[in-house]
């Protein structure tokens, strides 16, 4: 790369590596050589004066450096005396000649008076100059530098020539050579023209970019930009046939429907459609008037009408942008809903003599929800043909990535190396469902960093310019302190009394993955991930709490990028009619996405019969496994046998629930274990008598319930504790008495059997 940078030797070429490169170059290299340093302050400095054409004071002090590092480097040189040349040009621009012109025939106070304003703006404009570099020795009598040094000796010229008039009116011998000054100004009004016809062409590239070029600097969207292309060169086609005469009857029109997720750019691709057209002269302007349901429905009759022919007045010559245009028509709308009038007006004026062809109309939204919507009105199909509907792709990770580092750059930021890989996870993360939100999340997530660091360097003392500019690995920690003293999943699974075999099934899983993991890092084949798992065993064995112990180790691992666990059970899948039961096992599954769906009492689903709607929740939850892979874990959780027919009732189920945990029934110290620790909770204890008590029930009664059944035992006999403390006078608030355990034994037990 140095290589390449020594070999820059005009500032008419661009440098030959771009401003990120040259900033983790500083950052992270240890450079000796000052020609190298020079030239890459050159590239930060020549960078930033193309993203900032006013004079930035960044740009300056990094033309400075490279200065004093190497002073007679041509590009260094070469940018030094555009920036004056620019300055130049910029000072005479903002100088008022018009009001510097003298007439012969002013009386002679009213010369004296212009005069004197003409003598202060010359000062002014000769104290900006570069003196050293108006007086240097060139040789090139062509160069820039040339007419930079002509135009000051013009002024010094002018700024004499007037003085001696003001000397000549205060001796009274008044003389005004109004010819010979006017002749000077005129010459200096010329001169910012040629100075702007010298500057090199990056620091003088402001003209408009053709759209198509705007299309190309958007980032990703291959398949689109060669669309917008064809479209482009087709629109422009028709333009000239009509130019002949010729005309179309069938020609496609301008009306265009947007699909895409969340920050794919619908809205910017619209404003560019609007340019394309105003450039080829299609539409009269290039404005776009963005509305939503809210601009557009109203709330009485006729409202909704005339706020939807008020936009689109207000869009002639241009463009209607509707933005989740499907919310017009909403599922299921009343008498009350007047989306539909908007859409029947809006029909209406695109097919008008009076409106129609003056503007066109833009919808935008996310793609299924458009789909439905079009089919739904099929007045509104027929005005936007096939080819007029464009589909935006999410972006790939390396254009997220591209988006971070410009939208970084933006804001005067940069990554270092670990940081951007660092980023990536950060994403990825974010990466869960379809309500990512693309570039919009990312740039999020850039500003989220930026107020990150700035939060925490407040306080610091940052000497070098690079510290307020880098962004490091430490300023994407977001996790807030308390998070990281909690436990662990394994310390929260270590922790739980009992289920020694699901521990050890669960620790085996956790080391099967992290051996993965490393696998995959290090480019080794990886064996197939089986994550899907059915717990079966009674209620109260820990089946829920050990799944969202199961969520915490797989986000541990990487494999889950939320961890959290949605609990549902038959009736939050099950709808009561067809259609509506996938509808809402989506829905769950949605939200689901990036941890756990776990299915309580799942074998409910099935019952054999053919009517139960059960049966389409099994299988819309076997297509949305499959669909989301990885970032969907599902339990099923219920009893043994029951669970074993469920699986085996559906082989898309059997083919993805390999893994099974078997929950047991508590033997009777780890209940006594357990009626401690839920005694301990509220700070309550109990004597040797007590326990011995609780054990010979626990060891000769079957115990419905398991912790459940332990949790309801302890809840009464505080109660009942509290009966005594109420009607004698209790020493030891705290003491559960074998009284207390016996009474709510018998309560407990008589529930959990009737």
């Known amino acids: 790369m140095m290589n390449e940078l020594l070999n820059w030797n005009s500032i008419d070429d661009q440098p030959p590596i771009s401003e990120i490169e040259a900033l983790r170059y500083l950052d992270e290299q240890s450079i000796e050589n000052k020609e190298e340093q020079a030239l890459l302050y050159a590239t930060l400095a020549y960078h930033r004066i193309k993203r900032h054409p006013d004079r930035d004071a960044l740009a300056d002090q990094f033309i400075d450096e490279a200065k004093v590092l190497h002073n007679n480097h041509q590009v260094v040189n070469g940018l030094y005396e555009s920036q ?148 482009y060169h087709f629109l422009k086609y028709q333009q000239r046939r009509k130019s002949f005469g010729f005309s179309m009857v069938d020609e496609p029109g301008l009306h265009m429907i947007i699909t895409g997720n969340p920050g794919t750019g619908k809205t910017t691709i619209a404003r560019l459609l609007a340019n394309i057209y105003h450039e080829l002269g299609i539409l009269d302007t290039k404005e776009v008037v963005e509305v939503n349901r809210s601009h557009l429905v109203g709330s009485y009759v006729g409202q909704s009408e005339e706020n939807t022919m008020n936009y689109v007045k207000q869009a002639i010559g241009g463009v209607l942008f509707i933005d989740e245009a499907y919310s017009l028509k909403r599922e299921g709308q009343t008498g009350n809903d007047y989306g539909q009038a908007v859409i029947d007006t809006l029909v209406s004026a695109m097919t008008s003599k009076e409106y129609g062809g003056k503007f066109a109309v833009i919808l935008a939204g996310y793609p299924e929800e458009m789909r439905q919507f079009l089919w739904s009105n099929p007045g509104l199909r027929s005005r936007f043909p096939e080819q007029n ?33 660092e980023f990536t996870s950060l994403i990825d993360q974010e990466r869960v469902d379809d309500s990512f939100g693309n570039a919009r999340t990312v740039r999020n997530l850039v500003l989220k960093t930026v107020f990150q660091k700035g939060a925490k360097e407040a306080e610091r003392d940052k000497q070098h310019w690079l510290d307020h500019m880098r962004i490091s690995v430490d300023d994407l920690a977001f996790e807030s302190a308390d998070t990281k003293e ?111 769906l776990f299915i309580d009492e799942a074998y409910s689903l099935y019952n054999g019969g053919r009517d139960d ?85 626990y060891r000769d009664h079957a115990i419905r319930g398991n912790g459940r059944f332990v949790h309801n035992l302890v809840n009464e006999a505080i109660q009942f504790q509290a009966i005594r403390l109420v009607e004698e006078d209790i020493e030891d608030m705290n003491q559960l008495e074998l009284s207390d355990l016996e009474q709510a034994w018998n309560t407990v037990r008589r529930e959990s059997s009737s």
């Open 84 to 231: 004056q040349l620019l300055q130049a040009y910029t000072l005479l621009k903002q100088t008022p000649f018009e009001q510097w012109v003298l007439h012969e025939t002013d009386h002679d106070s009213a010369k004296a008076k212009k005069a004197r304003a003409i003598y202060e703006d010359v000062i002014k404009l000769r104290e900006k100059w570069d003196h050293e570099l108006a007086e240097k020795t060139i040789i090139d009598a062509s160069s820039r530098l040339k007419l930079y040094q002509d135009v000051y000796e013009k002024l010094e010229a002018l700024e004499e020539m007037v003085g001696d008039a003001l000397n000549s009116i205060e001796n009274r011998r008044i003389r005004i050579p109004v010819r010979e000054i006017n002749e000077r100004t005129r010459e200096l009004s010329d001169d910012q023209d040629e100075l702007y016809k010298r500057l090199p062409s990056f620091l003088t590239d402001t003209s408009s970019q053709n759209p198509l070029e705007a299309f190309d600097q958007m980032v990703g969207l291959h398949d689109v930009k060669a669309y917008i292309k064809r479209y």
């Open 389 to 421: 509907q464009i589909q935006l792709p999410d972006y790939q990770m390396d254009e997220l990535m591209t988006i971070a580092e410009h939208t970084a750059l933006e804001n005067d930021f940069f990554f270092t190396e670990d940081a951007l890989n």
């Open 486 to 596: 909690d436990a662990s999943p394994m310390e929260r699974l270590d922790a739980l009394i009992g289920l020694d075999n699901v521990k050890e099934e669960v620790k085996k899983l956790s080391s099967f993955v992290q051996a993965q993991q490393k696998r995959k890092e290090k480019g080794y084949p990886v064996v197939p991930i089986q994550l899907h798992s059915v717990f079966s065993g009674n209620p109260g064995t820990g089946k829920t709490t050990v799944a969202d112990i199961y969520a915490g180790v797989l986000k541990q691992c990487g494999l889950l990028k939320r961890g959290h666990m949605v609990v549902v059970s038959r009736s939050d899948l099950v709808a009561g009619y067809v259609g509506q039961t996938a509808m809402k096992t989506k829905r769950k599954i949605r939200e689901a996405l990036g941890g756990v």
């Open 613 to 697: 709607f059960g049966k389409e929740a099994i299988e819309t939850l076997v297509d949305e496994m499959t669909k989301h892979n990885e970032n969907l874990v599902v339990i099923l959780a219920g009893y043994q046998n029951e669970m074993e027919q469920l699986v085996e009732s559906n082989p898309g189920l059997s083919s993805r629930f390999k893994k099974y945990f078997q929950f047991p029934d508590y033997k009777e110290q780890e209940l006594i274990d357990m009626t401690h620790y839920h005694a301990g909770l509220y700070g309550y204890h109990f004597n040797e008598w007590a326990e011995s008590f609780l054990f010979e029930k």
